[in-house]
């Protein structure tokens, strides 16, 4: 069925107005190799668990000068494409999250054209967004709305994203990974995106690059911590006030449920969390619980807790640095993280930080770790961050078969068969992309070997900066 629009025969034809939008598909990609946190600490010379405990962390995938951001997306996108038996011509909207930028002007999205060149499909939309990690839930934001917009014409959009973390020598290389994911976004989806959305953005130097020629961050540790955590509270306390309003229009309207009790953990079935590092994971985690103990100091599940009033009566900047506040709730929360957070974590234990792949990351892992059976009906939260700062609270309802995305992502198979390499081969690739970074006229170093079957990788950089991709056999 189609809805004519009033006037002329010239008019357009809309589609009609699209249900359920959010993910239909996904895919992920992440590098070859990775090194083990464990041998890092040895390698580093730091104290036993200082990685491993003190930063949650397991893995960290790596890459050399073969790979760039605009490899990676390509795989991504490429892979999608070919899994999910997808047509070009049905995509009318692309748009890419990233901050591993290699152009300060032409768009990652630019090169991914190349792969709707052969069905002819040059109208696309979409470009790149930026602000690190958050890029890539700015896409999918970008992408829902336009689905939904009576801009659409009845086309799916990809959202693509993905990041190379890496970091100078020092305290913040072992909180390095990468990867990239893509999704096919559009109506009838059975990771339907709800449209409550709690957003927090102001200003703050707690990681930023502004060193053009290296890619290495600048990073105010202290700063990242409190920025992360005090997010968490800014964007849940505005969803919360958006999810109570909506709940109460709908009341009014004799559409909505009997209770107004205010939303809670109680309310999510999964919860995803950006994960910069492990141990950051169960930190938000716990603070989402300490802000509904806030809500709600006497439920039972808080019985446990320690001089509840002087919780209740501290200032909530102080409450961002007491370590006893945060081990409280990390102790109260520790049962739940096992059961329903940890379960994200796959692509984050292996892969280490993706940046603006690290959300999706989660929701890939989750997909990949629960029966479809059971995940149908279910509501996952997802906590999008981005330093400097920008960050949202918002919710996916399962309302389909995820047997399909579960299959096509064989997760963790594919996590699996990363080699993991010593940590010397680790720091020799990152001299490789120090070396050529910024060079015109110049062939990658790094072997063709460490590229997965089947996947993009740069060729060469000729006189004009211009890049050159090529695609590795599929085995």
């Known amino acids: 069925m189609t809805i004519p629009l009033n006037g002329s025969a010239h008019d357009v034809v809309l589609p009609p107005r699209p249900k ?9 990609y992440f590098p070859r190799r990775c090194i083990s946190e464990e041998e890092l600490e040895e390698f580093d010379g730091v104290s036993k668990g200082k990685y491993t405990i003190g930063l949650g962390q397991k893995y960290m995938a790596c890459c050399d000068d073969r790979e760039d951001i605009n490899s990676f997306l390509l795989t991504a996108v490429h892979n999608l494409l070919e899994k999910y038996d997808i047509d070009p011509t ?4 692309i748009d890419v999250g990233t901050e591993t930028a290699v152009d300060l002007s032409k768009a990652s999205k630019t090169f991914l054209m190349d792969l709707f060149a052969a069905a002819g499909n040059t109208d696309v939309e979409g470009v790149d967004s930026k602000n690190a990690c ?4 700015a896409a999918l934001f970008n992408a829902v709305n336009w689905v939904e917009s009576s801009s659409w014409d009845g086309r799916n959009a990809l959202v693509v994203c993905g990041d190379i973390a890496i970091y100078a020598e020092g305290s913040g290389r072992p909180s390095g990974g990468a990867g990239a994911c893509a999704m096919l976004i559009g109506p009838n989806a ?3 995106v709800e ?7 102001v200003h703050a130097y707690d990681f930023y690059k502004p060193k053009l020629d290296s890619e290495y961050p600048e990073v ?3 700063l990242s911590i409190t920025s992360y955590i005090s997010a968490v509270d800014a964007s849940y306390a505005a969803f919360r006030k958006k999810h109570a309003k909506a709940k109460k229009v709908a009341s009014l309207n004799g559409a909505g449920e009997a209770s107004l009790a205010a939303f809670s953990l109680a309310d999510v079935d999964y919860p995803v969390f950006h994960s910069p590092y492990g141990k950051m994971v169960q930190k938000a985690h716990a603070r989402l619980v300490y802000n509904d103990f806030l809500a709600n100091p006497a439920h039972p599940k808080y019985a446990a807790v320690a001089n509840p009033a002087a919780l209740l009566a501290q200032p909530h900047k102080e409450s961002l640095l007491d370590k006893t506040l945060e081990k409280t709730f990390m102790a109260v929360a520790k049962t739940d993280f096992d059961t329903r957070v940890e379960a994200s974590m796959k692509c984050a234990r292996r892969c280490g930080n993706m940046y603006t792949a690290s959300l999706y990351g989660g929701l890939s892992s989750l997909v990949a770790s629960v029966e479809p059976a059971e995940l149908l009906g279910k509501r996952i939260s997802m906590f999008a961050y981005g330093s400097g700062i920008a960050s949202s609270f918002f919710t996916i309802k399962v ?3 995820t047997s399909a995305i579960r299959a096509n992502l064989d997760l963790v198979n594919r996590l699996a068969a990363i080699k993991v390499v010593p940590c010397q081969e680790y720091v020799d690739s990152l001299k490789l992309r120090e070396e050529h970074h910024l060079l015109k006229s110049w062939t990658p170093a790094g072997s063709v070997d460490n590229i997965w079957p089947g996947a993009y990788y740069l060729e060469e950089v000729d006189g004009k900066y211009r890049r050159k991709y090529a ?3 599929k085995a």
């Open 90 to 93: 049905s995509i009318g909207r």
């Open 220 to 222: 105010d540790g202290p």
């Open 195 to 201: 449209p409550i959305r709690g957003t927090h953005m």
């Open 20 to 28: 359920d939008v959010g993910i239909l598909a996904m895919e992920m």
């Open 399 to 401: 309302k389909g078969d």
């Open 471 to 473: 695609r590795a056999p």
């Open 134 to 137: 958050y890029g890539s839930t």
């Open 190 to 192: 059975p990771l339907a």
